[in-house]
């Protein structure tokens, strides 16, 4: 879904006040409003940012400054908003597949369903019209694509009101890379966001045959050197863990999804799910490629479809339980999705063997952490589960199909644009957007939040004092001061004489398809992989993780050699279409390191083949002048990357410090379009490579250019740059505010309330 380039938000900074009195003959009163900035420093966003900043300074505010990476910034701006650590920061997402569909924009950048993202997010406060539009968009609550548009037309206006986030542009970016070396970048997301890179990445030889690696007989060793902007930022665990692309990219060479997206089209193909039909209630604006016809099925109802009274719907926290669906109950779609044998026992990274309890695991916890009755229940998660709720209606899981290990027949109103993606999200493999998913290392998680030792999520973790979970690093692993680490809840696992001994959880349910002798066997497999690799990211893609260096900012990936899958599997949707005459099993390249570079040495170390991919998405005209004049480089183009301004909704006085927070108050925000020069950002910042953007709707999408261009044109033309009225509606808002004054120096100035 999306990248969280994410952006950087400036510590704490003191703000040295002005004497309220014997202040000469300035006559000023107050303090000057103060503007804190967190700003990028490691591509254009640097550039932005100052620009940015200038803005805001001709406009009266006095900004201050704090400069970094990504990962030196990110501490500060997804903390609590309301400690005023923060005003705006530059920021940046990547789209990491073609997007069909940008309708769940609205709900995902303003408002709280996207709450798992931290506390910035759970203090979003839209409009109820605008979280009611927001929301319906966000799960397809439309049965025409008229209704859609009526919902575009009220939700735009209503995001450029509530301007929490401040669009700027659409880059053009570009991934350089040695000229032997190839792989699937995604037209959106390049190589750094697709979800197939590693599937396919492989060094070629001069006729461009790809190289078989050593340890499946090939000449040489063979080690790819990758970097990227930043690295190791947050913490991994596949439940509330990282989300930030440059974590996201060597975790998804360990795992694999049910079905992948295509990266030419950001449609999806059946990887360890075999086929998959659809049935959709008749007139709903469903479309179906003729390229999925070999393995979707999709056919129409003249009336929603039946729900059984045998579907689960809802997860008892206290009986630990399904709870099946209502008599009557009917649905708009039917999606079946089809496990052929041999799903249960694809080999695991610690020789354990993927098995019904990993589906199930991923699923429960999709339903219990909204639980309030739950052991590791999550006030933060209740909006992402309540939006789910909308449209869920149930699914039955078949273990006895002949041929197949596993049958999910899901029943949901919610109506995807196309058929392909509505098989994709009901496909129920235990993978999702912060990595992929193994029972026995998220049970050992589950004891640990039970005990609030640590919290999956960077929500809980902040509101309860504890650490955020990670299964690679830190004190939630290994444990250190107050904090019971995953390691030593392995060990109670292990402990005969412990009550955690051979724990499996939800075992009301998961107890009928593993035993006691199963979980021991598990946990011993996942004690050897931590006793040799020292961290518990286990999984079955085809790579596994190898060496974490937290200190250096580097990770090292192994070619796991028991992957099962043909090495061409996915050599279809890349350009050219590579031959292998091999007939290669499993992964190209022998290890894969991955560390951190600047966009400059990149350059100068893929020149002197010192390194053979950057997989961060450029978009600096001069860069590529280089890269496209050397014969022993090229890149890949991709369109995903954009950059938005991110504001802080909280105050408008902070609790925590009592300095005055203007972005608190939408009319400020909204002037902030008004006063931003988009067209210098792409001329002058990026040369050319970047488009004008406004809105939460991309403009090299579908959306933008076949559906609403009148809209997104009407909405442009209302927000194009005018610095005067920017000035004109931020004084007016700044003035209702208690306290405040605008000086003879253009500055604001105010004087805290007092209680």
Same mark, same amino acid.
């Given at each position: 879904?999306?990248?969280?380039?994410?952006?950087?938000?400036?510590a704490?900074?003191?703000?040295?006040?002005?004497?309220?009195?014997?202040?000469?003959?300035?006559?000023?009163?107050?303090?000057?409003?103060?503007?804190?900035?967190? @700003?990028?420093?490691?591509?254009?966003?640097?550039?932005?940012?100052?620009? $940015?900043?200038?803005?805001?300074?001709?406009?009266?505010?006095?900004?201050?400054?704090?400069?970094?990476t990504?990962g030196?910034?990110?501490?500060?701006?997804?903390?609590?908003?309301?400690?005023?650590?923060?005003?705006?920061?530059?920021?940046?997402?990547?789209n990491?597949?073609?997007?069909?569909?940008?309708?769940a924009?609205?709900?995902?950048?303003?408002?709280?369903l996207?709450?798992?993202?931290?506390?910035?997010w759970a203090a979003?406060?839209?409009?109820?019209?605008?979280?009611?539009?927001?929301?319906k968009?966000?799960?397809?609550?439309f049965?025409?694509?008229?209704?859609?548009?009526?919902?575009?037309?009220?939700?735009?206006?209503?995001?450029?009101?509530?301007?929490?986030?401040?669009?700027?542009?659409d880059?053009?970016?570009?991934?350089?890379?040695?000229?032997? $070396?190839?792989?699937?970048?995604?037209?959106?997301?390049?190589?750094?966001?697709?979800?197939?890179?590693?599937?396919?990445?492989?060094?070629?030889?001069?006729?461009?045959?790809?190289?078989?690696?050593?340890?499946?007989?090939?000449p040489?060793?063979?080690?790819?050197?990758?970097?990227?902007?930043?690295?190791?930022?947050?913490?991994?665990?596949?439940?509330?863990?990282?989300?930030?692309?440059?974590?996201?990219?060597p975790?998804?060479?360990?795992?694999?999804?049910?079905?992948?997206?295509?990266?030419?089209?950001?449609?999806?193909?059946?990887?360890?799910?075999?086929?998959a039909?659809?049935?959709?209630?008749?007139?709903?604006?469903?479309?179906?490629?003729?390229?999925?016809?070999?393995?979707?099925?999709?056919?129409?109802?003249?009336?929603?479809?039946? $729900?059984?009274?045998?579907?689960?719907?809802?997860?008892d926290?206290?009986?630990g339980?399904?709870?099946?669906?209502?008599?009557?109950?009917?649905?708009?779609?039917?999606?079946?999705?089809?496990?052929?044998?041999?799903?249960?026992?694809?080999?695991?990274?610690?020789?354990?063997?993927?098995?019904?309890?990993?589906?199930?695991?991923?699923?429960?916890?999709?339903?219990?952490?909204?639980k309030?009755?739950?052991?590791?229940?999550?006030?933060?998660?209740?909006?992402?589960?309540?939006?789910?709720?909308?449209?869920?209606?149930?699914?039955?899981w078949?273990?006895?199909?002949?041929?197949?290990?596993?049958?999910?027949?899901?029943?949901?109103?919610?109506v995807?644009?196309?058929?392909?993606?509505?098989?994709?999200?009901n496909?129920?493999?235990?993978?999702?957007?912060?990595?992929?998913?193994?029972?026995?290392?998220?049970?050992?998680?589950?004891?640990?939040?039970?005990?609030?030792?640590?919290?999956?999520?960077?929500?809980?973790?902040?509101?309860?004092?504890?650490?955020?979970?990670?299964l690679?690093?830190?004190?939630?692993?290994?444990?250190?001061?107050?904090?019971?680490?995953?390691?030593?809840?392995?060990?109670?696992v292990?402990?005969?004489?412990?009550?955690?001994?051979?724990?499996?959880?939800?075992e009301?349910v998961?107890?009928?398809?593993?035993?006691?002798?199963?979980?021991?066997?598990?946990?011993?497999?996942?004690?050897?992989?931590?006793n040799?690799?020292?961290?518990?990211?286990?999984?079955?893609?085809?790579?596994?993780?190898?060496?974490?260096?937290?200190?250096?900012?580097?990770?090292?990936?192994d070619?796991?050699?028991?992957?099962?899958?043909?090495?061409?599997?996915?050599?279809?949707?890349?350009?050219?279409?590579?031959?292998?005459?091999?007939?290669? @099993?499993?992964?190209?390249?022998?290890?894969?390191?991955?560390?951190i570079?600047?966009?400059d040495?990149?350059?100068?170390?893929?020149?002197?083949?010192?390194?053979?991919?950057?997989?961060a998405?450029?978009?600096?005209?001069?860069i590529?002048?280089?890269?496209e004049?050397?014969?022993?480089?090229?890149?890949?183009?991709?369109?995903?990357?954009?950059?938005?301004?991110t504001l802080?909704?909280?105050?408008?006085?902070?609790?925590?410090?009592?300095?005055?927070?203007?972005?608190?108050?939408?009319?400020?925000?909204?002037?902030?379009?008004?006063?931003?020069?988009?067209?210098? @950002?792409?001329?002058?910042?990026?040369?050319?490579?970047?488009?004008?953007r406004?809105t939460?709707?991309?403009?090299?999408?579908?959306?933008?250019?076949?559906?609403?261009?009148?809209?997104?044109?009407?909405t442009?033309?209302?927000?194009?740059?005018?610095?005067?009225?920017?000035?004109?509606?931020?004084?007016?808002?700044?003035?209702?505010?208690?306290?405040?004054t605008?000086?003879?120096?253009?500055?604001?100035?105010?004087?805290?309330?007092?209680?």
């Amino acid at each position: 879904m999306t990248r969280k380039l994410l952006f950087c938000i400036v510590a704490a900074l003191m703000v040295l006040p002005l004497a309220l009195s014997g202040c000469g003959t300035t006559g000023i009163v107050g303090e000057p409003v103060s503007v804190k900035m967190l @700003i990028r420093n490691n591509d254009q966003r640097l550039d932005i940012g100052d620009y $940015v900043g200038n803005q805001l300074e001709e406009l009266g505010f006095t900004v201050e400054r704090q400069y970094g990476t990504g990962g030196e910034l990110s501490g500060i701006w997804l903390d609590d908003p309301s400690l005023g650590l923060w005003n705006v920061y530059t920021g940046a997402w990547i789209n990491t597949a073609v997007p069909r569909d940008e309708g769940a924009n609205f709900g995902q950048f303003y408002t709280p369903l996207w709450a798992d993202m931290g506390p910035l997010w759970a203090a979003y406060t839209p409009t109820d019209e605008f979280l009611a539009v927001a929301t319906k968009l966000w799960w397809n609550d439309f049965s025409t694509m008229a209704e859609r548009q009526t919902l575009f037309e009220e939700a735009l206006p209503m995001a450029m009101k509530d301007s929490v986030r401040v669009f700027l542009d659409d880059r053009t970016s570009f991934t350089p890379l040695r000229a032997d $070396v190839a792989a699937a970048a995604d037209a959106y997301g390049g190589v750094e966001g697709s979800w197939l890179w590693a599937n396919t990445i492989h060094f070629e030889d001069a006729s461009g045959t790809p190289i078989v690696p050593a340890w499946a007989g090939g000449p040489a060793t063979l080690t790819m050197h990758i970097a990227l902007e930043d690295l190791l930022i947050e913490p991994w665990n596949p439940v509330a863990g990282s989300n930030w692309a440059f974590d996201a990219f060597p975790m998804k060479a360990t795992g694999e999804m049910g079905m992948e997206y295509d990266p030419r089209d950001g449609l999806a193909w059946p990887h360890i799910a075999s086929k998959a039909e659809v049935t959709y209630l008749a007139g709903l604006p469903v479309g179906q490629s003729s390229g999925s016809a070999s393995w979707l099925t999709v056919t129409t109802s003249p009336t929603e479809i039946p $729900v059984p009274t045998t579907a689960w719907y809802d997860w008892d926290a206290v009986a630990g339980e399904w709870e099946t669906a209502a008599a009557g109950t009917t649905a708009k779609t039917k999606t079946v999705v089809y496990y052929p044998t041999g799903t249960f026992g694809r080999p695991l990274h610690d020789g354990s063997t993927l098995d019904a309890a990993d589906f199930l695991m991923y699923t429960i916890l999709q339903f219990d952490r909204a639980k309030a009755d739950s052991d590791i229940y999550d006030a933060d998660y209740q909006a992402t589960y309540d939006a789910f709720m909308q449209h869920f209606k149930g699914f039955v899981w078949d273990f006895d199909e002949p041929g197949y290990d596993l049958v999910i027949t899901t029943y949901d109103d919610l109506v995807l644009l196309d058929a392909e993606l509505i098989a994709r999200a009901n496909t129920w493999f235990p993978s999702g957007s912060y990595g992929p998913y193994v029972w026995h290392n998220l049970a050992l998680g589950y004891l640990a939040e039970k005990d609030l030792q640590s919290a999956f999520s960077q929500a809980k973790a902040t509101a309860e004092g504890i650490e955020w979970m990670s299964l690679i690093a830190g004190p939630s692993l290994v444990g250190g001061g107050s904090t019971k680490g995953l390691v030593q809840y392995l060990g109670d696992v292990l402990n005969s004489g412990n009550a955690n001994y051979g724990f499996i959880p939800y075992e009301n349910v998961i107890g009928d398809y593993i035993d006691q002798a199963h979980a021991v066997a598990r946990y011993n497999n996942l004690k050897t992989f931590y006793n040799t690799y020292g961290h518990l990211q286990v999984a079955s893609g085809p790579y596994f993780l190898s060496q974490v260096d937290t200190t250096g900012d580097k990770v090292e990936l192994d070619a796991f050699t028991s992957y099962p899958d043909a090495g061409d599997m996915w050599f279809f949707t890349m350009d050219p279409v590579p031959s292998d005459p091999s007939g290669h @099993i499993g992964p190209w390249v022998d290890k894969i390191t991955v560390e951190i570079e600047t966009h400059d040495n990149a350059i100068t170390r893929l020149q002197s083949g010192d390194l053979d991919v950057y997989a961060a998405g450029l978009a600096d005209a001069d860069i590529f002048e280089t890269v496209e004049a050397d014969p022993d480089l090229h890149y890949y183009l991709s369109a995903g990357l954009f950059d938005e301004l991110t504001l802080n909704p909280s105050g408008p006085f902070f609790p925590s410090t009592g300095k005055l927070n203007p972005f608190a108050l939408p009319a400020i925000r909204e002037a902030l379009n008004w006063a931003i020069d988009r067209d210098y @950002i792409v001329g002058e910042i990026y040369g050319g490579m970047a488009y004008a953007r406004y809105t939460c709707v991309g403009t090299v999408t579908g959306d933008y250019l076949n559906r609403y261009p009148a809209l997104l044109a009407a909405t442009e033309d209302e927000y194009a740059y005018d610095f005067d009225r920017a000035d004109a509606a931020i004084e007016e808002a700044m003035l209702t505010i208690t306290g405040v004054t605008r000086e003879a120096d253009g500055k604001y100035y105010y004087t805290e309330p007092t209680t």
